[in-house]
């Protein structure tokens, strides 16, 4: 299997421009989570999605920030419009549920920074 | 609201020595606890998964330990080689919520050939 496969990998972009990140989950896995990962806040979860449901998204710092999970191979994070301090790593993980099964497995981020 | 806290937050020793990373956390309602590895601009990898009924993990040369009634893992690596130079995050799972996970902030270890 290829993992968790996020893009892009890195997102250069100016303040107030709209940013979409790309995640594609593991095949057979139907949990799926947004995080964001900064020096000052460590990692944090934004989002999660059971069956492509959102379940929780508490997390989402403000308005400006958007999940959707269309399928079961496809979601995407929006910022619109962004700011300088939503300048960090974005990670999408993916599990599948169960007791025994319910390793989160990791993409390799996408590094955001917002001029 | 779980709190999760790793000490030491950077670590250095020479190749070769056994070590202990440590994890604390507030709430003991736990669903399980996990460590991970993250190499620099890389994402987390999966070390070792211990359910709330377990007490100890082990995977070759890392042994994970769990003291619920505490909140404390430890995290043991023995015979410490250069590759295991990378940043520990401990993350706990509430049994609340089980798709909650709290991570620790991690340790960055070096091991000096």
């Known amino acids: 299997d290829a993992g968790v496969i996020q893009s892009p990998r890195h997102e250069v972009t100016e303040m107030g421009q709209e940013v979409t990140l790309r995640c594609k989950p593991i095949s057979g896995h139907n949990s799926l989570f947004w995080y964001r990962q900064t020096m000052m806040r460590g990692l944090e979860l934004l989002i999660y999605f059971n069956n492509n449901v959102p379940i929780d998204d508490s997390g989402m710092p403000e308005d400006r920030f958007s999940a959707k999970m269309p399928n079961a191979s496809f979601s995407t994070l929006k910022i619109q419009p962004s700011e300088p301090r939503d300048s960090a790593v974005y990670f999408c993980a993916s599990s599948r549920s169960g007791r025994d099964t319910d390793t989160q497995y990791f993409g390799p981020g996408t590094r955001l920074t917002v001029l | 609201k779980q709190e999760v806290t790793q000490i030491p937050a950077a670590l250095s020793v020479p190749e070769g020595e056994n070590l202990v990373l440590n994890c604390s956390f507030t709430d003991s309602a736990i669903y399980n606890l996990q460590w991970f590895r993250q190499d620099p601009g890389k994402g987390l990898t999966s070390l070792l998964l211990?359910?709330?009924?377990?007490r100890e993990q082990t995977s070759g040369r890392l042994n994970a330990s769990l003291d619920k009634s505490s909140g404390r893992s430890t995290l043991y690596i023995a015979a410490s080689q250069p590759g295991d130079s990378a940043t520990y995050l401990c993350?706990?799972?509430?049994?609340?919520?089980?798709?909650?996970?709290?991570f620790g902030a991690g340790t960055r270890l070096t091991v000096k050939p």
């Open positions: 993350a706990v799972r509430s049994s609340y919520n089980n798709n909650d996970m709290r």
């Open positions: 211990i359910q709330s009924s377990q």
